[in-house]
């Protein structure tokens, strides 16, 4: 029941868009640049449709805050990406 559930409040949240201000294949990771100066932490893992983010991308994604860093935001439940994962 859980699962579901957790599933289901990712997937109703609100979704925010961005452009891929960086993303090194070979980390994992990048920056999703929201326009509003703050850039979002990316993990491959969190990419959902079996694509990796390159530069320029558009993304579309759920924000949470960082675990690790407090202040950062991180994009989770990513669609969007145009490379071969």
Do not use: Y
């Amino acid at each position: 029941f859980l699962t579901s559930l957790t599933a289901w409040t990712v997937d109703t949240m609100a979704r925010t868009q961005g452009r891929v201000k960086s993303f090194n294949a070979g980390k994992g990771f990048g920056f999703i640049d929201i326009g509003s100066g703050t850039d979002v932490f990316v993990h491959i893992k969190d990419c959902t449709d079996g694509k990796q983010p390159l530069t320029g991308d558009v993304l579309s994604f759920v924000m949470e805050p960082s675990a690790s860093k407090p202040g950062q935001m991180v994009a989770k439940s990513v669609e969007g990406g145009t490379g071969a994962k």
